[in-house]
């Protein structure tokens, strides 16, 4: 089984500066993938990022980075210069098993709540 | 090109009362899932349907049914609604032979059940 745990309940930043959520993840899996997805106000679900266990760099999405420590099972978000906008939900979810065979299947964490301070 | 597409929006139901709440994404895609989202929570997989014809239980099964009617649709039925069914629902479908197997969901249906 997997489990996704987020430790930040909720998180504030001012615009323009850099800020790091925090993911951690266990499972058996060999193979393996990560997600982050922004859950705005308005409810709708947006992927963010994905990190495969055997990426050997970290993923870059524009100012959307993660920070793949695979012998910490952890999966940080980095989002850089932040917005006005970036205030939402976060959740970082995972999804196991290799090939098929997981099916796409994701477990979410409990997700952070982000606010950017003008 | 919709994408994944939920109807209803919003759903208020009285205690024992049966509702399906509807999907259809337009993206090919040969899995589809049901998730709920309660306050606070990260979203919980009800059931998926690995390929047209086939479905199978996630998480939180109980209380729920399911019907992949074609490749594009997948339907949630609530038989007897219960209040502890109050949550948002969504709907999301994904290609699995792609290399991040990205979900990609819809707009959610928030159900309240009185």
């Known amino acids: 089984a997997q489990k996704i745990t987020q430790t930040q309940p909720g998180m504030f930043v001012q615009e323009k500066e850099a800020v790091t959520l925090d993911c951690t993840y266990d499972?058996?899996?060999?193979?393996?993938?990560l997600f982050w997805y922004k859950q705005p106000s308005s409810g709708e679900m947006i992927f963010l990022i994905y990190?495969?266990?055997?990426?050997?760099q970290n993923a870059t999405e524009g100012r959307y980075s993660l920070n793949f420590q695979k012998a910490r099972k952890s999966a940080n978000l980095v989002i850089s210069a932040s917005q006005l906008g970036d205030s939402a939900m976060y959740f970082c979810?995972?999804?196991?098993?290799?090939?098929?065979?997981?099916?796409?299947?994701?477990?979410f964490g409990q997700g952070t709540i982000l606010t950017v301070h003008p | 090109n919709a994408g994944v597409t939920q109807t209803p929006k919003f759903q208020v139901l009285k205690t024992g009362q049966s509702m399906t709440l509807q999907c259809a994404q337009d993206?090919?895609?040969?899995?589809m899932y049901w998730y709920r989202q309660d306050p606070g929570m990260g979203l919980r997989l009800i059931y998926y349907?690995?390929?047209?014809?086939?479905?199978d239980k996630g998480e939180v099964p109980n209380g729920y049914n399911v019907s992949r009617l074609n490749k594009r649709e997948f339907s949630l039925r609530l038989e007897s609604a219960a209040p502890s069914q109050t949550s948002v629902y969504f709907c999301?479908?994904?290609?699995?032979?792609?290399?991040?197997?990205?979900?990609?969901f819809g707009p959610g249906t928030r159900l309240t059940v009185t």
């Open positions: 979810a995972m999804r196991g098993g290799a090939g098929g065979t997981s099916y796409g299947k994701l477990t």
């Open positions: 349907s690995a390929s047209e014809g086939t479905t």
């Open positions: 993206m090919n895609h040969n899995s």
């Open positions: 999301a479908s994904s290609e699995v032979w792609t290399v991040s197997y990205e979900q990609y």
């Open positions: 499972t058996s899996d060999q193979s393996y993938g």
């Open positions: 990190q495969g266990s055997y990426d050997e």
